[in-house]
């Protein structure tokens, strides 16, 4: 029936003009010589964010640089920097992620630098002691006492979150919750030992060395960095170049090298200490609530595994983000939907300002973080 149907003689002829039309034109050699490519503008850390206050706090083992984000009069969360960077390059771009904002109106952040290591810092005195890794966590008493805070939110990354979780075990009354991303709990390995040692000798003697750029860039995004965020790569390793102190790394990196085991374990229950029917003590772990992250691709998830089997099951949850290594660069609106959860799992009343995530990208956390501590909502 198609094969009999013809089309309306005006169409014919106004097919016909077109194409000739079309065929009468011809066509001009055009030389592009104003062309030039267009590179999208590098990112760079800011220093110099207005909403930020740098405070100074004087502890037993020098002064530490806190920046002060936000209300003072809400709920702190206090954040902990890993090896090599500073709350700038550690914090700024999770924080000043749009959803992150209007999370974060709910607390004031307190965001602690190790000595030496915030941005633009005068090199370390040649006569100066630096800190242990557990000296570093006793400073943090004295930033609670300056600023006046009965209690805090931790969130630390890497050596960061080492330090947090050795005050959180000291002084559980003053840390209500923990967010590790990244933490190791055991001492340095051989293998481990040697590199940083390494490193340490290469940035005194020599600077930062390709090497010691090569670990630090392994140590916070694993492998394969360059083939799946180029550009982030290419920030990292100009920041690490240009703007680390060389002998002020070198010192955090000897007293983490040196750092000691947490000394916690979950308790294991026998006929004496945990008769039938009655629920066993993690005395000898951490008391409150503790999300405890890692990136897939991050080079320490075995040590996270290790960290979560001596953590208490019922008041902590383990969660693997797949495809990064570095969480809260690579995928923040997924760390932020995990601390959002986190903190409504403590009870407070926080929201954002979209429809929740859906099943496909919220699956690696979200229900498990739900469970984990809907118990605590009810209690």
Known sequence: ????????????????????????????????????????????????????????????????????????????????????????TSFQTFFNYTEMRTLMSNFCVYHVNAPGQEEGAAPLSDDYVYPSIDDLANQLEHVLRYFGLQSIVGLGVGA????????????????????LINVVSTPAGWIEYGYQ??????????????????????????????????????????????????????????????RTD?????STPTSESCPAGRRLSMSTTLQMPIINVCGALSPHQEDTVTLNSRLDPTKSSWMKISDCS????????????????????????V?????????????EGKNVLANAFSARMHE
């Not at 960061?160 to 967010?179: D, H, M, S, W």
């Not at 940035?203 to 492998?223: A, I, P």
């Not at 947490?262 to 979950?266: A, Q, V």
């Not at 690579?330 to 009870?347: S, Y």
């Open 197 to 258: 040692k390494l490193n340490s000798r290469y940035l005194k003697s020599k600077g930062m060395t390709q090497g010691v750029m090569d670990y630090l860039m392994w140590h916070h995004f694993g492998k394969g960095t360059e083939e799946r965020n180029h550009d982030l790569a290419r920030v990292y390793r100009e920041y690490f170049e240009h703007s680390v102190h060389p002998g002020n790394l070198a010192a955090f990196i000897d007293s983490y090298v040196r």
């Open 160 to 179: 960061g979150g080492n330090i947090l979780a050795r005050f959180a075990y000291r002084q559980p009354t003053k840390v209500e919750a923990l967010c």
């Open 1 to 88: 029936m198609g094969a009999n149907v013809k089309m309306p003689t005006s169409a014919i002829s106004e097919e016909a003009s077109l194409l000739s039309g079309m065929r009468s034109e011809t066509l001009e050699e055009v030389e592009l010589t104003g062309v030039r490519p267009s590179l999208p503008a590098v990112r760079t850390f800011t220093r110099g964010n207005t909403g930020v206050e740098e405070v100074y706090v004087d502890t037993d083992n020098g002064p530490v640089c806190v920046a002060v984000q936000g209300d003072r009069s809400r709920q702190a969360i206090l954040t902990y920097h890993d090896l090599g960077l500073n709350y700038v």
């Open 326 to 349: 570095m969480v809260l660069e690579e995928v923040p609106q997924k760390m932020c939907e995990a601390l959002r959860l986190f903190l409504q799992g403590l009870g407070y009343a």
């Open 351 to 363: 929201r954002l300002g979209r429809p929740p995530l859906t099943v496909s990208r919220s699956a």
């Open 262 to 266: 947490l000394g916690i374990s979950r």
